[in-house]
């Protein structure tokens, strides 16, 4: 399998030739990031991982959480609902829906409908939530304004994967990005694992 990270939160999924598509958002520039899939998978509806217009552009199926089908009722059967423990077939992958409610963000909005995907029992795209499931290689939340950064860690040795991979780093400037760096370095030390960020168009093989 191979990973590639594009923008924030987004990555693209390659296997035996087929594809799909994990969280493209306003905050994933690439034009190619969706060429060629099969299928869209989308966590959640805060613009950074859904963009409804560049999904229109696209015949992709789309996977994601009701709160966001509720936003493409134009797009007729392309939309699935998945719910927590749903399971499917896509693109030559399995995944498994897996939690419910975006990481708890603001005192007077409720939390929305969030849903990681957990990819062939191998990769987990939690969205934004810290979902636990035991999986090899995690997604993770490098940054976020619902994200402290105890709480990362506190994620990181929950899971134990035996690879993490941080996403999720738009919104912070080089400095950020330095502080980060550093600890997913002292972590993956800490855990003997390959603990990392990974930066747009970075490749991954699994």
Same mark, same amino acid.
């Given at each position: 399998?191979?990973?590639?990270? *594009? %923008?924030?939160?987004?990555?693209?999924?390659?296997?035996?030739?087929?594809?799909?598509?994990?969280?493209? $958002?306003?905050?994933?520039?690439? @034009?190619?990031?969706?060429?060629?899939?099969?299928?869209?998978?989308?966590?959640?509806?805060?613009?950074?991982? *859904?963009? @409804? $217009?560049?999904?229109?552009?696209?015949?992709?199926?789309?996977?994601?959480?009701?709160?966001?089908?509720?936003?493409?009722?134009?797009?007729?059967?392309?939309?699935?609902?998945?719910?927590?423990?749903?399971?499917?077939? !896509?693109?030559? *992958?399995?995944?498994?829906?897996?939690?419910?409610?975006?990481? *708890?963000?603001?005192?007077? !909005?409720?939390?929305?409908?969030?849903?990681?995907?957990?990819?062939?029992?191998?990769?987990?795209?939690? %969205?934004?939530?810290?979902?636990?499931?035991?999986?090899?290689?995690?997604? !993770?939340?490098?940054?976020?304004?619902?994200?402290?950064?105890?709480?990362?860690?506190?994620?990181?040795?929950?899971?134990? @994967?035996?690879?993490?991979?941080?996403?999720?780093? $738009?919104?912070?400037?080089?400095? $950020? !990005?330095?502080?980060?760096?550093?600890?997913?370095?002292?972590?993956?030390?800490?855990?003997?694992?390959?603990?990392?960020?990974?930066?747009?168009?970075?490749?991954?093989?699994?």
């Amino acid at each position: 399998m191979r990973i590639t990270k *594009f %923008g924030h939160a987004c990555v693209r999924l390659e296997k035996n030739g087929r594809a799909i598509v994990i969280d493209p $958002g306003v905050m994933t520039p690439e @034009p190619d990031a969706l060429a060629g899939a099969e299928a869209v998978l989308v966590t959640h509806e805060h613009f950074d991982h *859904f963009d @409804p $217009g560049r999904l229109r552009g696209c015949d992709s199926a789309v996977y994601t959480c009701a709160g966001v089908a509720r936003h493409l009722s134009g797009f007729g059967e392309r939309v699935n609902v998945v719910r927590d423990g749903d399971s499917l077939s !896509v693109a030559g *992958f399995e995944v498994l829906a897996t939690g419910d409610k975006h990481h *708890f963000s603001h005192p007077d !909005v409720p939390p929305v409908d969030n849903v990681g995907f957990l990819i062939d029992g191998e990769v987990f795209h939690p %969205g934004d939530a810290l979902t636990v499931v035991d999986v090899p290689t995690l997604l !993770v939340p490098g940054q976020a304004p619902w994200l402290m950064l105890p709480d990362m860690i506190g994620y990181l040795r929950r899971m134990t @994967p035996r690879r993490a991979y941080a996403i999720h780093d $738009g919104l912070i400037n080089e400095w $950020g !990005v330095r502080v980060l760096d550093d600890v997913l370095a002292s972590e993956a030390r800490r855990a003997g694992a390959d603990i990392r960020r990974l930066r747009p168009g970075e490749i991954v093989e699994l």
